[in-house]
Nanobody, 118 residues
Framework: QVQLVESGGGLVQAGGSLRLSCAASGSIESMNVMRWYRQAPGKQRELVAGISGGETNYADSVKGRFTISRENAKNTVYLQMNSLKPEDTAVYYC?????????????WGQGTQVTVSS
């Protein structure tokens, strides 16, 4: 069974930085597309950033401020968040397509809270 566990969330002042981590555990053969989503209170979950191979993509609202990266040897994906704004406040979720025992499935993490104070 694969688990995605996020960490690194917390409370930060506007203009500050946080780095989120998403560690995958289990009988993992490879991690394919990995993404970070977020959901603010009363809003729909939205895609923040994705990484597939060496390619990355970002929501317009975070371009130039957030960076997604991965460390395959550790089965871990990161989201470096700089110049944080109060509107970045949300629960951040890791989502990924992972191959285990020859089968590709999608998994969600449990989420980590990010709160940006003004």
């Amino acid at each position: 069974q694969v688990q995605l566990v996020e960490s690194g969330g917390g409370l930060v002042q506007a203009g500050g930085s946080l780095r989120l981590s998403c560690a995958a555990s289990g009988s993992i053969e490879s991690m394919n597309v990995m993404r970070w989503y977020r959901q603010a209170p009363g809003k729909q979950r939205e895609l923040v950033a994705g990484i597939s191979g060496g390619e990355t993509n970002y929501a317009d609202s975070v371009k130039g401020r957030f960076t997604i990266s991965r460390e395959n040897a550790k089965n871990t994906v990161y989201l470096q968040m700089n110049s944080l704004k109060p509107e970045d406040t949300a629960v951040y979720y890791c989502y990924g397509f992972i191959i285990t025992m020859g089968r590709l499935d999608a998994y969600w993490g449990q989420g980590t809270q990010v709160t940006v104070s003004s």
